[in-house]
């Protein structure tokens, strides 16, 4: 009895040391690593610039037009009737956050995000009464919001720039930087200005790959007994 647990004891020793053994070395933790390999993409991870097929695309006076398909791009996460701040509007709303699939790879690949990238924010009411539902809450058609955050180090000051395109699918002028959207989002945001925090693919790879923002960690920190 006791030879066979002590067996068993080893095996699994030796299963953990190979787990250990295939995670980066001196990395902070191994699920995190795990959840790395997870969501890495085989075949992409070399890519590393944007093509100029999902770059962003500007009229000539500077305004963004929309990436018409941003609906065929990665989905990072769907939160439902977040708040920041004080009240909330009384509407029920789901956001769903994409992101152009070759910065999502380098991402994947580095934990950062390269120039080009753009992130989309689309809102949608949330509805509880349709078809055979009876509990919770799923996304009615309804459009309530579309947003678009854009890396683009060459053209903005503080590389990134947000544009609404809660009015239609013209090209958005961008938000000016003394709105709200950017004090936010650069002290509160995990990576570069993103709330990498509310992507769960996404946070690992961020911790392993050391890219998480002193803010954030700071915030994290803080929490901690
Ligand atoms: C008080 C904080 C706060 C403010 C102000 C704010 N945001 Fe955000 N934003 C968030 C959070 C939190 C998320 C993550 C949403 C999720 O997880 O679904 C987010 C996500 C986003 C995203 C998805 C990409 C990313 O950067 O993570 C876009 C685009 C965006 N916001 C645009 C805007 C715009 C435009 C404004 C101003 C009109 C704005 N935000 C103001 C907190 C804020």
Known sequence: MRWVSTFRLLVVWALLLVAVGVTDAGSPGSVASAAAAEWSTDGAQRTATISTESAPVYESDGRLKLPGNYREWIFLSSGIDMSYGAAMTGHSMFDNVFVEPTAYREFVRTGRWPDGTSLVLEVRGAAE??????HGKFQSG?????????????RFQGDWAFFSFSQGPGAAKMIPTTAECYSCHQQHAAVDTTFVQFYPTLLGIATVKGTLSPAYRAEEGGKKP
């Not at 309804?142 to 060459?154: Q, S």
């Open 142 to 154: 309804e459009l309530m919001g579309l947003e678009v955050h854009v890396k683009d180090t060459k």
């Open 129 to 134: 009464k349709g078809s055979i539902n009876k």
